[in-house]
C-alpha cells in the first residue's frame, strides 16, 4: 500500500539517545533535488586534488518574530553546530559562523514560519557565497505550530539554502547534517521509495516512484539506481518506521538475492543508532561539490577552545547598578566569541533569563535589570569555529535599588574624559542642562564600593567636575550622578 503522496519527498527523519523516546520528523528536500549536481559530481571525483580540511563559511541565521519572540537558544544552536562539524570531520569538512558575532538575527514574522503559505522566501535573504542555514520553525504555521511534528527541514535547491526547525537544533539530532548532505547533492539511499513500502511477500520490482530504477544486491546497477552511490547498499525504505539500530526481516533485490542496508547512513532513515557516517563515496561527491562552488574567502581562527573561563566581576553577590551592569571576565586562550547569559536562578532556567547575548571581548555591559534582585550570570566561550565548549559556573550579584531611578531629563549632554584614563590622572565630568540641579556624585569599583562621593552644583547650560582618582586602582569603575530628578550613570575604566 502506498503511503500518503506529498507534493515533495517526506522522509522520515527520528533522533535518539540510546533507550530514550526518539523525535520523529519529516523531511521536504524535493525528489531528485540537485540530481543533475550529483551526476557531475560522481563523473568528476577521479580528477580531484588530494586537499586538506576545507573550512566552509556558514551564515546561519536565527529567524524570530516581529517582536523578538521564539528564536531558538544560542546555546542549542552552538551544540548543533558542534555535531555538524564532528559529523563532517572524518571526510575533511568542516563549517565556521561567518557572521561577526557568530549569528545572525533576523526579527520577521513574515520569514519565521518557513515554507506556510504566504511566508516570505528565505532566498530572498540569504547571503552569497555562504553556506544559508535558516533556523527557526517550519511547516508549521497552523495548528500544532511548535509540537514538532510535520516537516521539518529541507534543501531547497531553487534558493540553495538549509532551513531548520529549532526543536530539531541540539547536540543529538542530525537533521542538520542529513540536509547539508543534500546540500551537497546526496540523495537518499533508499531514493525511490520514499513513498513506497517495501513488501517481502511480494516480488520486489525493477522500479519506484517515479520510474527510479531499484538498486539490486551486487551492485551492478549501482551507477544508475537510487542514490547512485555504489558503496551503498541497497535500501528500501527499511528505516522507516523501524525503531531499532539493526533490520532483520527478511529483504530481497529483484533477483531474490537477500538485502542488507546501512543502518548506520545520514542519508538513510535508521535514527535508533549510537552512531551514523557518510561512505567513502559519499564524502568524495560532497568534496567535487565544493569544488564547483564558490565561497567567501577567509582565515577563520580554527583553534581550541579547551579552558574555560574565569568570571572576574561581579562575583559573590558584589552590588551593581541595574541601569549598568558591567560584567567581565578573563579572556580565554583560542575564544574570540563568548555566549553571556543572566538569569533570575541559579539553575539558569530558560524561563527566567534575563539577557543573552554574545559578546566579543571579555566583558559586557548589561543594561535595565531588575533593581534589588539577585542575579546569576555564566558564559560560553567559543569562536567561529571551535564551539564544542560548555559554560561556566554561575556566578551572581544584586542590582543597587538606590539606582532603579530614571535618568534626568533636562540633561541634554553627559561626558566623562579622558576614558580610558590613567591612574592618578583628573577625570573631567561634563553635563550640559536646560534647567539647574544639586547633584551627589558616587564612583564605585566593580565590587559596589565607594570610591569618591561628593556633592555638585549644576548650573543651566555646560557644566564641569573634576574626579581625582589617587585613590583608585585600575579597573573598571561605575560612575554615578543622583539629582531628586534621575540619575546619570558612564562606566569609566581606569588603567595603570
Known amino acids: 500500500m502506498k503511503k500518503t503522496a506529498y507534493i515533495i519527498v517526506l522522509c522520515m527523519l527520528t533522533s535518539t539517545i540510546f533507550a530514550q523516546q526518539y523525535t520523529r520528523f519529516e523531511c521536504g528536500t524535493p525528489d531528485g533535488a540537485g540530481m543533475d549536481r550529483l551526476i557531475r559530481n560522481i563523473?568528476?571525483?577521479?580528477?580531484?586534488?588530494s586537499r586538506g580540511v576545507q573550512y566552509l563559511p556558514v551564515t546561519m541565521t536565527l529567524l524570530a518574530q516581529d517582536d523578538g519572540s521564539n528564536r531558538v537558544d544560542e546555546a542549542s544552536a552552538l551544540d548543533a553546530f558542534c555535531a555538524l562539524n564532528e559529523n563532517f570531520a572524518s571526510i575533511g569538512i568542516q563549517f565556521y559562523l561567518h557572521t561577526q558575532g557568530g549569528f545572525r538575527y533576523v526579527d520577521d514574522s513574515d520569514y519565521y514560519f518557513i515554507g506556510k503559505d504566504g511566508s516570505s522566501n528565505p532566498a530572498s535573504i540569504r547571503i552569497p557565497n555562504t553556506i544559508n542555514i535558516f533556523v527557526s520553525e517550519v511547516f508549521n504555521g497552523g495548528p500544532g505550530a511548535g509540537s514538532c511534528t510535520g516537516i521539518l527541514g529541507f534543501y531547497s535547491p531553487f534558493g540553495d539554502y538549509v532551513a531548520i526547525d529549532k526543536c530539531t537544533v541540539d547536540s543529538e539530532s542530525f537533521a542538520l547534517t542529513h540536509e547539508l548532505g543534500h546540500f551537497f547533492s546526496l540523495q537518499h539511499t533508499f531514493r525511490g521509495w520514499e513513498n513506497e513500502n517495501y513488501d517481502s511477500s511480494n516480488p520486489t520490482p525493477t522500479t519506484v516512484g517515479n520510474n527510479i530504477r531499484v538498486e539490486f544486491a551486487d551492485g551492478s546497477n549501482c551507477a544508475i539506481a537510487a542514490d547512485r552511490i555504489c558503496d551503498?547498499?541497497?535500501?528500501?525504505?527499511?528505516?522507516?518506521?523501524?525503531?531499532?539500530?539493526?533490520?532483520?526481516?527478511?529483504?530481497?533485490?529483484?533477483?531474490?538475492?537477500?538485502?542488507?542496508?546501512?543502518?548506520?547512513?545520514?542519508?538513510?532513515?535508521?535514527?535508533?543508532?549510537?552512531?551514523?557516517?557518510?561512505?567513502?563515496?559519499?564524502?568524495e561527491v560532497m568534496v567535487a561539490d565544493i569544488e564547483d562552488r564558490t565561497f567567501?574567502?577567509?582565515?577563520?581562527?580554527?583553534?581550541?577552545?579547551?579552558?574555560?573561563?574565569v568570571l572576574t566581576s561581579p562575583i559573590n553577590g558584589a552590588i551593581s547598578p541595574p541601569q549598568n551592569t558591567v560584567l567581565t571576565w578573563e579572556a580565554t586562550a583560542g575564544a574570540n566569541m563568548y555566549l553571556v547569559e543572566v538569569n533570575r536562578l541559579p539553575n539558569f532556567s530558560p524561563s527566567f533569563t534575563v539577557h543573552k547575548s554574545v559578546a566579543t571581548t571579555n566583558s559586557l555591559t548589561v543594561s535595565s535589570l531588575t533593581a534589588n534582585t539577585t542575579h546569576y550570570w555564566r558564559i560560553r566561550p567559543f569562536n567561529e569555529h571551535y564551539v564544542c565548549t560548555d559554560f561556566t559556573e554561575g556566578a551572581s550579584f544584586k542590582t543597587d535599588e538606590a539606582t532603579a531611578v530614571t535618568p534626568?531629563?533636562?540633561?541634554?549632554?553627559?561626558?566623562?574624559?579622558?576614558?580610558?584614563?590613567?591612574?592618578?590622572?583628573?577625570?573631567?565630568?561634563?553635563?550640559?542642562?536646560?534647567?539647574?540641579?544639586?547633584?551627589?556624585?558616587?564612583?564605585?569599583?566593580?565590587?559596589?564600593?565607594?570610591?569618591?562621593?561628593?556633592?555638585?552644583?549644576?548650573?543651566?547650560?555646560?557644566?564641569?567636575?573634576?574626579?581625582?582618582?589617587?585613590?583608585?586602582?585600575?579597573?573598571?569603575?561605575?560612575?554615578?550622578?543622583?539629582?531628586?530628578?534621575?540619575?546619570l550613570c558612564k562606566k569609566i575604566v581606569i588603567g595603570n
Open 43 to 49: 563523473n568528476n571525483v577521479n580528477s580531484l586534488e
Open 408 to 487: 534626568i531629563e533636562a540633561v541634554e549632554s553627559f561626558d566623562v574624559y579622558p576614558n580610558p584614563a590613567n591612574r592618578n590622572e583628573t577625570i573631567t565630568l561634563e553635563i550640559n542642562t536646560l534647567d539647574p540641579f544639586d547633584a551627589e556624585i558616587t564612583l564605585y569599583d566593580i565590587q559596589g564600593r565607594t570610591v569618591l562621593n561628593f556633592q555638585q552644583y549644576f548650573g543651566t547650560g555646560n557644566n564641569l567636575a573634576e574626579l581625582h582618582t589617587a585613590n583608585a586602582t585600575a579597573g573598571t569603575y561605575i560612575l554615578k550622578v543622583s539629582s531628586e530628578n534621575g540619575v
Open 232 to 283: 551503498t547498499p541497497p535500501d528500501y525504505g527499511f528505516g522507516l518506521g523501524w525503531n531499532s539500530c539493526d533490520y532483520t526481516p527478511d529483504a530481497f533485490d529483484p533477483d531474490g538475492e537477500p538485502v542488507d542496508p546501512d543502518e548506520e547512513n545520514y542519508m538513510g532513515y535508521f535514527f535508533n543508532c549510537d552512531q551514523h557516517h557518510f561512505s567513502t563515496m559519499q564524502g
Open 296 to 309: 567567501t574567502g577567509g582565515s577563520p581562527n580554527t583553534a581550541s577552545v579547551t579552558t574555560q573561563s
